[in-house]
């Protein structure tokens, strides 16, 4: 199959995360001395496979920042399209001051390895605690180990969000297979 060469314009340095984007927004929820939070995060990625490692960058601005290194231990919530609304909703306020599950009608469910609680409407949820804090302060990287894990098993096909940039995301959906040597 051959390709077709395209053409090409330059591209601000600034708007490269848009290209490289790793995965689904994700809800990250925290809990400090009780109280719960919860914030939208895109910039995650896998690390290895057994135990789960997943790399997670947390900007040191972020209320979860400081609640992440303090009890080293969050859940990613992966919510589908639908709840769209609610996840840039919980990007535009700081949890320091108002309480995102109450506000965006999002409902805190107990975890069985962590203080910090799932979030009932995603179709996913990874209890996590942080492994290796030492690139945070630097690059606000945390290494999470995915100690148990949940899944909705009515939600075979996720339509999963995508952060583009700015005001825009992606909604994957199409599942196609193309041939490969491993299953």
Excluded: Q
């Amino acid at each position: 199959m051959a390709s077709r060469a395209r053409a090409r314009k330059a591209l601000p340095l600034s708007r490269v995360y848009r290209i490289l984007e790793p995965g689904p927004v994700v809800l990250l929820a925290t809990s400090s001395r009780g109280r719960p939070n919860v914030m939208p995060m895109s910039w995650h990625t896998m690390i290895d496979f057994e135990p789960p490692l997943v790399g997670c960058v947390v900007s040191d601005r972020n209320h979860t920042f400081d609640v992440l290194r303090a009890t080293r231990e969050c859940v990613i919530a992966v919510p589908d399209a639908g709840l769209g609304r609610a996840v840039v909703g919980c990007g535009n306020v700081s949890g320091r001051r108002v309480d995102k599950f109450r506000r965006f009608g999002l409902t805190p469910v107990a975890a069985s390895r962590v203080a910090a609680p799932l979030v009932a409407e995603c179709w996913a949820n990874l209890e996590c605690r942080v492994v290796d804090a030492s690139l945070a302060r630097k690059y606000d990287l945390f290494v999470l180990e995915v100690v148990a894990a949940w899944i909705a098993p009515s939600v075979r096909w996720p339509r999963t969000l995508h952060h583009l940039g700015g005001d825009r995301f992606m909604v994957a959906g199409e599942t196609i297979r193309l041939p490969s040597r491993k299953p």
